[in-house]
């Protein structure tokens, strides 16, 4: 069965570093997004692609993270300079488009849990 | 506005006990309805969904109406095992326009003991 891919599945940094984390989705998903999960919390959507353009990145906080999905395929997610309160998982999913034009059902990676010492 | 609401955890039963967990929204039109599980350390995975109306999700033993008169998609199962331990997510999407967010409940924790 496809999966979605991340990694890494774990980073530990210090604030004021770099992070990066990559995801592939499942072959022939159009749609990509990237969530932040806090603990104990429900996901958040940061940023959604379609192929290699942004549609919807209204919470993602832009003066330090940045996506990109170069060539419509696997994308990067980066954080720069990391915070405390970025301490999270953060999500990777990816769905088809029907053939009307709509996202279908998401199917999720297993996620990168970053720590910010 | 669209939202979902779901019963609050943690939830804590024994071993082949009944689980409900109660999960409500708020929807203009005619929204998909799904379950998510995340196991611990985990992502989120896909558990069931309903697309209209008195469709019936089910997978793994787990099951769910959407009951469109009360708003409603409750997660069932007959008999929880250790092994369902985990955050479980009620979401909607409302199918209108061609970005359909995802808008997601707060998750409900389920603890099974042995």
């Known amino acids: 069965e496809a999966e979605v891919a991340q990694s890494p599945r774990y980073k530990i940094t210090e604030k004021s570093q770099a992070v990066a984390f990559w995801c592939d989705p499942i072959s022939g998903h159009a749609t990509l997004y990237w969530y932040r999960q806090i603990l104990g919390q429900g996901p958040e959507l940061l940023v959604q692609f379609q192929d290699e353009s942004v549609v919807d990145d209204s919470q993602l906080p832009k003066d330090r993270f940045s996506a990109e999905r170069l060539k419509g395929v696997d994308s990067t997610l980066k954080i720069q300079p990391a915070e405390l309160g970025d301490s999270a998982m953060y999500l990777c999913?990816?769905?088809?488009?029907?053939?009307?034009?709509?996202?279908?059902?998401?199917?999720f990676g297993p996620g990168t849990r970053l720590l910010v010492l | 506005g669209n939202s979902v609401t779901q019963m609050e955890g943690p939830v804590t039963l024994s071993e082949e006990a009944f689980l409900t967990i109660n999960c409500t929204y708020t929807?203009?039109?005619?929204?998909?309805l799904f379950w998510y599980v995340q196991y611990p350390g985990e992502g989120l995975q896909l558990l069931l969904k309903?697309?209209?109306a008195d469709d019936k999700g089910s997978n793994k033993g787990f099951e769910a109406t959407y009951r469109k008169e009360t708003t409603s998609f409750h997660l069932e199962k007959g008999s929880v095992q250790v092994s369902d331990s985990a955050v479980y997510f009620c979401?909607?999407?409302?199918?209108?326009?061609?970005?359909?967010?995802?808008?997601w409940g707060l998750g409900t924790s389920l603890a099974v003991n042995p």
């Open positions: 999913a990816s769905s088809l488009i029907s053939g009307t034009g709509v996202q279908e059902t998401q199917y």
């Open positions: 309903a697309t209209k």
């Open positions: 929807a203009t039109g005619y929204p998909s």
């Open positions: 979401a909607l999407r409302v199918n209108a326009g061609n970005n359909r967010k995802l808008i």
